[in-house]
């Protein structure tokens, strides 16, 4: 395979991020484009479509006309409409995120109705054109949510252009909250709001005062009018706006989260007759009845696409689909700080990969979201007489590993991204539930026959034959003869394949029942003797859902919080004794380098105080080795609990897992290796393409993580998507650290970025080899833990983890159907379980 060359790179927003820092291109009037498929939004999909381009707008939508010689054509497998992402924070949190750039919240009054997004919006906020590189070429810049009434949003293009070509309407909309974001922030400090009630009577209280303020006006007026000597009303900037929304002239959009919060909205437009939308939403599946009665809302749901537990509920549910298939308007948001809204077609696509259908998913992240701020009549369409923006694809919408080859806004071409084929597959998807044989129970030994079988060590093997015996694979091949009395799964048109592996991973560690997190040990900077198998529930949902998602194996570790973290274990992801789910005790010792691993009042404060600790901890535990060595009987010698756990990672028996981004800080890393003879694994590894031969020549494999990140740290600012691809074709063994979802968000699905599916799929867009991603989460994750002799791939004698597909593994629709750990079934998928 080719090496790419690594040129310097300046900025990365995403493929061919590079061409932003040139000025836009098409400055002709007219434009052509054509595509395969156009998918319009509103009008359906013209096969072989064309659309002509002149004077910034839309001015002919069809199959192939005549146009006038000379003009410029564009071509692409699928165009769209660009996408509009009308709940963003760009440019009022600008880049890096830090105080002198937080202008989101003007935290000094809970009410602000006079304040606008527009005054706070640095324009030089390279978050600002992040989205292009996702195909976002509209975005609706909002306060944040710490106020129950934050000011006004402003909407703009994105393009390269002074600031006043930038804006396209201000002020769009009202935002609100009506949840606990104004609690936390002003009850804990002695203020209010420090209960939702006060919430709600903080936002009505405003209205009411709005509504005096305008009779005063009106009749002001009207003395006026009638010739009478008056004084004005004094002008209030803040009644003003509120005055807009109670005129129904611009929308209020409320933060909302649980069902009641929603209710309460609900309650607040009804009496002020307000028009309403609702921001994020995740609960409102469990009042549709009453939400459909309740004609002219519109939902605009958030990156939390999929949710789950509250209280005492625990289900994944797919709120988008739910909503739109009761027929109410939903868009999506990026809710973005830190280039996140580059992944607003990516949330969109995990709805459709839970069952939403497609149509709804476009419409939902272009023509319903121009519709939630009054742009559909300029924006949101492949329309005559609208804004020629567009966005080209080298595939299908929704399927992650499609690609934006271009982003055209306003007639211009804003982002050109690389020119390549999509992956293709001519594996059809399988979308019916998979059906067991009615005997199958709990077998010593059953048979799979299956469309096709994804051994990983191998190539794929169709029509294939896996036999499971006793928990290990014992035969896999064509024409295989099955024991008399085994049961047969039929898998005729679905896939299999190895388990998924994390290769480090927080499941079971972010939560607890009493919503307490045990991943750090922060009482000391160095913690080598700390075990995280003690601190892991596996009663958690989370297991639960790392099932669903086809994870069958995880290397739980600590956090990134220490110098030293302590010491992890790889676990299988089914049972409920976490004594006998682990197959590898302390596995891996976490090293932490970076900004995580500084403290604010203590060693170490800097980088310098990190490795300078690190590198004591580990001459003291020589030193130990030593003493114990010389001494005639090593009981004499004082136990020392830090040193002891060291000796085994000096010693070569357990790797340390380095955390570490920038490239400094894996020089840093690498050093230590060199100087201690270090078995290593980089996790981080965010500028890892920046050294990656230094990487390579020491066999040091790296685990990729944050893949879905908000690059909102200084040590993310050279983050590029491409960097799996670069690492991998430089022959580093490469892996992924699925995220394992939160207090709140408990599915990591809920989150981007907790599928290892769809990581993979994500990095194939990003040009890394199909086999190579597909290896990355399988084979190549077991060899960075050291078990890669019983897991990652289907051969016989090893473990019988696998999983069934209804589709190629980087399809869009390809969930398990299936799950198997140690040959028994652990999860199998349900009709319609995620939108009913």
Known sequence: MRERPFGRLLVSLGAGILFLLRPAVGLDDSLIIKGKRVYTATRGIIEDGMILISGRKIVRVGKAFPAAPGVRVLQAESVIPGLVDMHSHAGVFSLP???????????????????????????SDPDLLAGLAGGVTTIVIRPGSANVIGGTSVAIKLKHAPPEELILKEPCDLKMTIEYNPVE???????????????????????????????????????????????????????????????REIPVHVHVCTASEIMSA???????????????????????????????????????????????????????????????????????????????LYFASVCVRYGMNPEEALKAVTIRAAEGVGLDRKIGSIEEGKDADLVLLNGEPFEMTTSVEAAVVDGRVEFQGEKREAFSTAIPDHPLPLVFPPDFGRPDGFAVKAGTIFTISGPPLANGIMLVKRGKISGIGRNLAVP??????????????????NPRSYLGLEANARMMRSLDEVSQPAVPEMEVKHAIDPQLPDFHYARQLGLTTAMVTPGNLNVIGGRGAVLKTAGDVIDRMIIKDRSVIVFGLGDPAK???????????????????????????????????PEDVAFDASAEALLAVLE??????????????????????????LRMILAGGTEAYKVADEIRSRNIPVVLERVFRRTTRTDDGDYDPRNPAWLSRKGIRVAFKAE???????????????????????????????EDALRAITLDAAAIIGLDDRLGSLEIGKDADFLILGGHPLRVRALPQAVFIDGRLVYAKKKGEHTR
């Open 484 to 501: 008399k009395g085994w049961p047969v799964i039929d898998a005729q048109g679905y896939i299999v394949m190895p388990g998924l592996i």
């Open 185 to 247: 922030f002003y009850g804990k400090k002695g203020r209010s709001p420090s209960t939702l009630m006060t919430v709600y009577h903080l936002a009505r209280q405003a209205f009411i005062q709005a509504q005096e303020y305008g009779r005063a006006w009106e009749d002001y007026e009207k003395r006026k009018s009638a010739g009478e000597d008056v004084s004005p009303p004094r002008k209030e900037l803040g009644k003003e706006n509120l005055l807009l929304a109670l005129r």
């Open 652 to 677: 070569g028996m357990t790797p340390v897992m380095v955390h570490c981004d920038r490239m400094d800080d894996i020089h840093t890393a690498l050093r230590l290796a060199d100087e201690f003879k």
């Open 740 to 770: 394992d979802g939160g207090i709140w968000t408990r599915p990591a699905v809920a989150w981007g970025g907790g599928d290892l599916l769809e990581i993979a799929a994500l990095a194939v867009q990003h040009t890394m080899d199909p």
């Open 266 to 344: 609900i309650r607040l437009a009804g009496e002020f007759n307000l028009r309403l939308t609702l921001a994020h939403v995740p609960y409102a599946y469990l009042i549709l009845e009453e939400l459909t009665s309740k004609p002219g809302i519109h939902f605009n749901v958030g990156p939390t696409t999929l949710i789950t537990y509250y209280q005492d509920r625990l289900e994944l549910k797919n709120v988008a689909a739910i909503l739109a298939e009761a027929g109410l308007p939903v868009s999506f948001e990026a809710d973005t700080v830190g280039r996140w809204q580059r992944n607003l």
């Open 97 to 123: 995120l830090v105080a002198e750039t937080t202008d989101g919240n003007e935290t000094t009054n809970p009410v602000t109705p006079e304040l606008r997004a527009l005054d706070s919006l640095n324009f």
């Open 599 to 633: 403290r604010q009042n203590s060693l170490p404060l800097t980088r310098m105080g990190i490795v300078s600790l690190l590198r004591e901890k580990l001459q003291k535990a020589l030193e130990y080795r030593g003493r114990k060595e010389r001494a005639r009987n």
